[in-house]
Nanobody
Framework: QVQLVESGGGLVQAGGSLRLSCAVSGRTFIGYTMAWFRQAPGKERELVARNSWTGSTYYADSVNGRFTISRDNAKNTVYLQMNSLKPEDTADYYC????????????????WGQGTQVTVSS
């Protein structure tokens, strides 16, 4: 059974930084596209960042170059470095994995973590 476990969330002041981690167990994520999604209360889930095993990356314009997704294949861990955090970044953040190189939507992701909460105070 493949499991994704997020960690690193918490409360931070605006302008601060956090690094989220997603540990994958049960199977190597080599060959999988990894992504971070977030969902704020009352809002729909949105794709924040994506990292394909081929090396391509994607970032939502809302993160405005402030976030960086990376992976450590040896540790089966994906990271989301979040800098210059804003109150609008407050949300539950989810790690997801897809077998497709270019998942067309969130429905294409095969595995999901339980999420980690990020709260940015003003």
């Amino acid at each position: 059974q493949v499991q994704l476990v997020e960690s690193g969330g918490g409360l931070v002041q605006a302008g601060g930084s956090l690094r989220l981690s997603c540990a994958v167990s049960g199977r190597t994520f080599i060959g999988y596209t990894m992504a971070w999604f977030r969902q704020a209360p009352g809002k729909e889930r949105e794709l924040v960042a994506r990292n394909s095993w081929t090396g391509s990356t994607y970032y939502a314009d809302s993160v405005n170059g402030r976030f960086t997704i990376s992976r450590d294949n040896a540790k089966n861990t994906v990271y989301l470095q979040m800098n210059s955090l804003k109150p609008e970044d407050t949300a539950d953040y989810y790690c997801a994995a897809a077998s497709s190189v270019r998942p067309p939507s969130s429905d294409a992701y095969n595995y999901w973590g339980q999420g980690t909460q990020v709260t940015v105070s003003s």
